[in-house]
């Protein structure tokens, strides 16, 4: 067996064990946290485990009500979402603090060019509006930080949205990664 077979029947192997996975992937597994919006009925949004699906309804065990199933037809869902993960408080507040750092930033730079203009206007030997700017940029951008950090805060959990299949005899649900 030669080098270019080999290369060729490794490259082979590996895609084929890819979009196998892929296939298995792309289907929704019972026990998933999903999100459903209605057309009808009340109530519009319901949050639950999946507990089944086929090709004419989802069957999920709702979280505010964990006595009965609930039975959604597919031609009643506006949207299926599905979570992907529960990110921690520290993820969380990292990635808010991320971007209120960003924003500070950005508004620290532009308090700062009025400090040096307003200083050069003035003739300021002792650069009082470019000190006074940099004190408040620190503040500002510790103020934005901790805000940015506390709205992330928030936003813990991230859903993903599935495409529903409503075409007869196919699979009722597909989720690409």
């Known amino acids: 067996m030669n080098v270019r077979s080999s290369v060729g029947l490794l490259l082979a192997a590996t ?20 999100r459903v919006e209605r057309l009808t009925g009340i109530p519009a949004t319901i949050r639950g485990a999946l507990v089944t699906s086929d090709s004419l309804r989802l069957v999920l065990s709702a979280f505010d ?7 959604i037809p597919l031609t009643d869902i506006r949207r299926l979402q599905v979570s992907d993960s529960r990110r921690t408080a520290g993820q969380a507040f990292r990635g808010g603090a991320g971007r209120g750092a960003l924003v500070g930033l950005g508004l620290s730079a532009g308090l700062m060019a009025i400090g040096v203009v307003t200083d050069r206007r003035n003739d300021d030997t ?11 940029s620190v503040l500002l951008t510790t103020l934005t930080t ?9 936003g813990r959990e991230r859903w993903r949205t599935v495409p529903l299949d409503r075409t007869a005899g196919s699979h009722a649900l597909t989720a690409p990664r």
């Open 65 to 71: 009500d964990r006595t009965h199933l609930t039975r």
């Open 146 to 154: 901790v805000t940015g950090g506390l709205i992330g805060l928030g």
């Open 15 to 34: 895609l084929l064990s890819h979009t196998a996975g892929a296939q298995h992937a792309s289907g929704l597994r019972s026990g998933a946290t999903v």
């Open 126 to 136: 002792y650069n009082t509006g470019t000190r006074i700017a940099a004190l408040g």
